[in-house]
Every structure is written in structure tokens, then in C-alpha cells.
């Protein structure tokens, strides 16, 4: 079973970029369907972006152009590269092991309940 711990996040303004890093410890890491969570203040948690095993790779339609995700098996370790940030990107960014294998962002949903510490992230004039 994969963790997770988050970094990256911070607040910047309109038209930044962040690049966030997620550690998994535990193995099978390249194994996975992996993706990238957030959570606004007030809503429903959303997944944002997810790669499969073979690297491919799935967005939300907001972030597509603007954001991109990547791994380094060797590291165990999973990158968002966000750029041209909107306020409505802010939230705290989280990743987790997507049960249903990065099929679209839209349905990615977590294997488990349990979360890493996650990154904030805010963007905002």
C-alpha cells in the first residue's frame, strides 16, 4: 500500500506557476494508477489529473493546456506542473492511488480513505 506526502503549494497570482511533488513510500509505484486530487473550501473533493501504469495520462478539461503531470518511478515520486493559475484552482492538492485506473479525471475516485498531508495552494490577486 502506497503513502503519500505532498509539497509544492503556496499562494501566487493569477497567470503563476507551481510545480508540486508528491513522494509515495512502498513499492509498486510505477505499477499504479496515480492522480492528483483537490479539495476547495466547501466542496466535494475532485480529481485533476491521473496517469495510468503505461504513462498515459488523463486532465480535468479546466486545467488541460495549462497543467502537467509526470512521474520519476526511479524517485517514486509524481509532479504537477500547473501553469497559468486561475483563483478557482486554489484548494489543497492531495495524491492518492485512483481505484478506477485514471479511466478520466472525471471519475477518478481514491483506493483507501486515508490521505497524505496534502499542499495548499492559492491563488489570488
Known amino acids: 500500500q502506497l503513502q503519500f506526502v505532498e509539497s509544492g503549494g503556496g499562494s501566487v497570482q493569477p497567470g503563476g506557476s507551481l510545480r508540486l511533488s508528491c513522494v509515495a513510500s512502498?513499492?509498486?509505484?510505477?505499477?499504479?494508477?496515480i492522480g492528483w486530487f483537490r479539495q476547495a473550501p466547501g466542496k466535494e473533493r475532485e480529481g485533476v489529473s491521473c496517469?495510468?501504469?503505461?504513462?498515459?495520462?488523463n486532465y480535468l478539461d479546466s486545467v488541460k493546456g495549462r497543467f502537467t503531470i509526470s512521474r520519476d518511478t526511479a524517485k517514486n515520486t509524481a509532479y504537477l506542473q500547473m501553469n497559468d493559475l486561475k483563483p478557482q484552482d486554489s484548494g489543497v492538492y492531495y495524491c492518492?492511488?485512483?481505484?478506477?485506473?485514471?479511466?478520466?479525471?472525471?471519475?477518478?475516485?481514491?483506493?483507501?480513505?486515508?490521505w497524505g498531508p496534502g499542499t495548499q495552494v492559492t491563488v489570488s490577486s
Open positions: 512502498g513499492s509498486d509505484f510505477g505499477y499504479q494508477a
Open positions: 496517469f495510468r501504469s503505461d504513462a498515459s495520462t
Open positions: 492518492a492511488i485512483d481505484r478506477n485506473f485514471c479511466y478520466r479525471a472525471t471519475s477518478m475516485t481514491p483506493r483507501g480513505s486515508s
